[in-house]
């Protein structure tokens, strides 16, 4: 009797001693927007509360090396376990089979995919398989900056603001109005010297910016976009439709002079930095941009919708989600990090700082009331450039056709061709790409 207690008590210590020795799962999160890591830290110090058998280590990379990053790692097989995706570098990843297959996943747990904007899940569907849920969405609108309308005793961009392809219409007006040279002269004034602007009525056009620049203009000329279909094999950038808005956009540069060419961009700091300096009057951004919006102290500022074009007003909609590594060694772990991250909870308190708007529909009114009473007074136009949007280009190449069509816009846009000499020489680079 007395060596069986003695036996039970040895091995309830050895019991407690292995449990307390047992070593947390160490999951790595890698995300790309600072603007963000406050809100996802919030949620994520909620998760491993949750779920103290877990670590989650957040490492944040900047866009250009979020993306170098993962694609070495990709290639060393050495990716983070958990990771922001995008719909301009998922195919890329799934064709080279670097994406776990979520579908199993949703379906042993019954996951309510319904709750989530239909579209948005879309994104991260290929061929039967899914491969991410959603985190969140994005449209595009203009940030303008208030301050410098008024120097200029200009009214401020209205809701039904228009423009066309031919002369620019309102838009190009208001943005003669706001680019000014050395001595104060807009560009309307005979005297205007495009050689010495000191004030550019808009900024960030450069062949880079599809999302939130050109992209948004085909559409709203009637054009198709850029592929014939998601996974197309086609391109249709040589449409009339799409031509007209390219030498437009062009035009912006080389006739108007409203915008600056790529390289004084590049000169001068990024588009957003010579925004907030002052230097920009106006910059198209997505809605990811406000709460980097928020650090703006030295002006006052807003956002309008696109203004509407021949065919009506259109907008980029883009949504981001969680990818889990498909080599992970600790699937299950990372599978109830993703499904915390987008799930109701979490998106709740994400939304609540007022981030991004959440791919939950039933949370974009909590998101809406993170902004009350405080720049911009409009955030909700966002939300109705969502109403008219285009179809985002997907292609297993993208990666590689996408290079090719901002070198050949950026050589347009510094005035060496016109735009369909431009098309004609995207089209003969990648032909190749789309097969």
Partial sequence: ?????????????????????????????????????????ASIDEFMRLNPDIEVVMELAEWNDYWTKLTTGMAARNLPDVFWGHAAYFSAFVARGALLDLQPLIERDNIDTSIYYQSLLDFWSYEGAQYGLAKDWDT??????????????????????????????????TLQLLTLDDQGRNALDPNFDPKKVVQYGLGDIGGANMQAGWLNFVWMNGGTGVLDKPYGSKLV?????????????????NKYHVAPPPEATVAGGSPWDLFTAGRFAMVPAGSWMLTAG??????????????WGPAGRYSAFNGLAHNIYAQTPHQEEAWRLLKWLEGYESQKIVAEYGCVFPAIGELVPTFLE???????????????????????????????????????????LQGFVDAETTVANIEMQVGHLLQ
């Fill in 140 to 173: 595009i609108a203009f940030f303008y900056n208030k301050d410098l309308f008024d120097a200029a005793g200009v009214p401020y961009p209205s809701d039904d603001w228009t423009w066309n392809p031919q002369d620019g219409g309102e838009f190009v007006r």
């Fill in 370 to 412: 993170a902004y009350a009473g405080r720049d911009p007074e409009n955030v909700a136009v966002y939300n109705d450039m969502a109403e008219n949007t285009g179809t985002w280009p997907m292609h297993v190449n993208w990666n590689e056709i996408f290079d090719i069509i901002q070198r050949e816009l950026d050589m347009m």
């Fill in 1 to 41: 009797m007395r060596k069986s207690i003695v036996l039970l008590v040895l091995l309830a210590l050895v019991v407690v001693s292995g449990t307390a020795g047992a070593q947390k799962v160490t999951l790595r999160y890698m995300f790309w927007d600072q603007n963000q890591q406050e809100a996802y830290a």
């Fill in 237 to 253: 950038m040589n449409e009339p439709e799409c031509i007209e808005v390219l030498q437009f956009w062009s035009d912006l540069v």
């Fill in 294 to 307: 928020r650090s703006i102290e030295t002006f006052s500022w807003d956002v309008v919708g696109m203004p």
